[in-house]
Every structure is written in structure tokens, then in C-alpha cells.
């Protein structure tokens, strides 16, 4: 079962509990003496810097597929404020610019040590900074993906493992994103979430609803779970979606959304006898959200149109960090992934 990391970054001592996460995490993927140093200097960077610029915020640490979906687990650090946010982005990643009189160097540093970073700020609502180290993560210009995915994942109560996981896999010209929540929270539920993904990871070229029935057969002893799968065809531009249990999905197409309908059950303990499939167009304005029920169930789809072209990483963090609020305190594990097409600048 993967550890997921979630780092509350309100005072000093928090920055030093931010490098040893990444160097765990780090030690996990297997990352070399240089990465590892690497991710702590990033996490250490952005640790301070959420205490410089916003008086603090969440550092989360996850081991996750690299955005091309081409194998391999890279280490993920994402910073989330609601702090007051950046007006010049662009600016923020020049040495010695800085908002706070401190030499300014930290974000410019990350961008250049990281295999990957992306930045997303609004001013008066927060800022979200996020790198992934590993080789994985390094763009490849000689096999451009069609697409990209990207996801976070919040254990309930700061736990060390998600009863939620994500993951997505490439196999020809089939893409496939699956997100699954086990049934309750803890180290159980993260175990039929943990079946799921390494169950997908040996039938990604099958269709969603073939997917759903091996996951059934794999997950039968565990609690079981809700499972999202969705499934795009490079070669037809066809999303297929099917789904069973409570992870909700959404689908921007054009100005609209639409919601993609999951059938009632628990897979591994009672699938549906039918199960059928949605299928629906992509485009280079699609954008497709899967997402737990640790989300409050009318959480509005970020309108941003700076997050169609964001790391899809971005803007899984920035839909829970504007979904969340004190008054609504949260009552389960989160988890949020995201597929998006590849912007036509990058590969």
C-alpha cells in the first residue's frame, strides 16, 4: 500500500517534518543520493515559502504514475494555500523576485531541480506549486502522449495510507484512468484500493466494463470498492466510461458539464449483473474529473480557463482546495484525478 504524506505547514517546525516525508518518499521510489536530496530541497522550499507567502498550508507527499502514463512511480509534492495568491506567475519564477524581502530564489530553484513543476495562483484565493521527481516524470519529445493525468490523494485524519488511490495506464492506443475508493477508510480499505490498481495495471487493454469484472474477482476478500474507470481512444478520440459505487465523474464539454453515471454496487462484494458503458467524444476542450465522496456532493468544477492547459495534478489540487471549508469538515479519505488533453506547445 502506498504512504501518502499530508504535511500541515503552519509554523517553523513543520518545514524540517516536509524534508524527511520527501526522503521517504524518496526512498520508497528509489530515487539516488542526487534526487533524494533533490526532493528535499523542493519540499523544503515550498514548505518555507507557504510560510512566507500565505501563513501557511498543506504540503502533500504521494508516490503516483508519471503525467504520460508511460510506467513507473515518480515521488509528487504539491503546496496548497489560500493564501492571497500571485498577480505576475511568470515573474515568481525569476531569481530575486520576491513578495516577502527574502532573496526569491526558492520556486525558480524547484523548477530547475524538479523532472517536473507546474505553478497555479489566483490572487485573493491561493496558489498551488507542483513538482514530481523521478525519471518517469521527465518529458519524452519523441513519444508525445495525447493526453495527460495527474491526481491527489488525502488520507482522512492525516493518515499514513488513503483508503483511495488512482492510477492510469497506457497500452496502445488505449489510455486508462481508474480511480477507487475502498469501502470505509484505513489500512483495509486501502488494500482493496491497492488490489484495484495493480489489477488495472494487467488488464488496461481491455474495455471498462471487462476492467470492473476482473477487479470484481480481484478484490473479492477485501471490503471491496468503488471504481471509476475511464477509458480514452487515441486512435477514434472516444471516451469510454463505466463505473460502480460512489466515485463521481464529470465532463467538461465545451462551456458544459456532464455528469458520467456510475451503477449502485461495491465491487468485489455485489457487482451488477449489467454494466453498461458511457461513451462520449474527446476534444482538445475535454476535461474529465473522477473523484471520491470525500468531496462534498455539490462541488462546483473549476472555471478557471488557465487549469485547461495546467499540469492535471494542478487542477485535481485546485478543485479540493476550492471545494474545502472549515464549516464542512471532511469525513472520509479524498482522492481527485484528472485527464486532459496535452496542450498543442507541449509534448
Not at 520527501?22 to 510560510?51: F, I, K, P, Y
Not at 463521481?248 to 454496487?265: F, I, K, M, V
Not at 492547459?309 to 469525513?331: E, G, L, Y
Request: aromatic share 4%.
Amino acid at each position: 500500500m502506498p504512504r501518502v504524506w499530508d504535511v500541515p505547514v503552519h509554523d517553523s517546525t513543520r518545514v524540517r517534518d516536509a524534508r524527511v516525508a520527501a526522503e521517504q518518499a524518496a526512498a520508497l521510489v528509489g530515487l539516488d543520493e542526487e534526487r533524494t536530496a533533490a526532493a528535499a530541497l523542493v519540499a523544503t522550499e515550498l514548505a518555507t515559502n507557504l510560510l512566507k507567502h500565505a501563513r501557511g498550508g498543506q504540503l502533500l507527499i504521494d508516490l503516483v504514475p508519471p503525467p504520460a502514463g508511460r510506467g513507473g512511480v515518480v515521488v509528487q509534492i504539491a503546496a496548497v494555500d489560500h493564501g492571497p495568491g500571485m498577480a505576475d506567475v511568470p515573474a515568481a519564477f525569476g531569481d530575486g523576485f520576491s513578495t516577502a524581502g527574502s532573496l526569491g530564489a526558492g520556486l525558480g530553484t524547484c523548477r530547475r531541480v524538479s523532472d517536473g513543476f507546474d505553478l497555479h495562483s489566483t490572487p485573493g484565493r491561493g496558489t498551488v506549486a507542483l513538482a514530481r521527481l523521478g525519471a518517469a516524470a521527465r518529458v519524452d519529445p519523441d513519444d508525445p502522449a495525447p493526453a495527460r493525468a495527474g491526481g491527489v490523494n488525502i488520507p482522512l485524519a492525516r493518515a499514513e495510507y488513503s483508503g483511495d488511490a488512482w492510477t492510469w495506464v497506457r497500452s496502445g492506443d488505449l489510455l486508462t484512468l481508474m480511480l477507487a475508493d475502498g469501502l470505509g477508510h484505513g489500512p483495509e480499505a486501502a488494500r482493496a484500493s491497492t488490489a484495484a490498481v495493480d489489477e488495472l495495471h494487467r488488464g488496461a487493454h481491455l474495455p471498462p466494463a471487462e476492467i470492473l469484472h476482473r477487479l470484481d474477482i480481484a478484490l473479492r476478500g477485501t471490503r471491496g470498492a468503488a471504481v471509476a474507470v475511464a477509458q480514452l481512444d487515441v486512435r477514434s478520440e472516444r471516451l469510454r466510461f463505466a463505473g460502480i459505487g460512489n466515485v463521481g465523474a464529470r465532463l467538461r464539454e465545451g462551456d458544459s458539464w456532464r455528469h458520467l453515471l456510475s451503477r449502485p454496487g461495491i465491487v468485489g462484494v455485489h457487482r451488477p449483473t449489467r454494466l453498461p458503458e458511457t461513451v462520449a467524444s474527446w476534444a482538445p476542450d475535454r476535461l474529465l474529473v473522477l473523484h471520491s465522496d470525500g468531496l462534498p456532493s455539490r462541488w462546483v468544477p473549476p472555471a478557471d480557463p488557465r487549469l485547461a492547459t495546467a499540469d492535471p495534478a494542478v487542477t485535481a489540487a485546485v478543485t479540493v482546495r476550492d471545494t474545502s471549508s472549515s464549516a464542512r469538515p471532511v469525513r472520509d479519505d479524498t482522492a481527485v484525478a484528472v485527464l486532459s488533453p496535452t496542450p498543442p506547445d507541449r509534448p
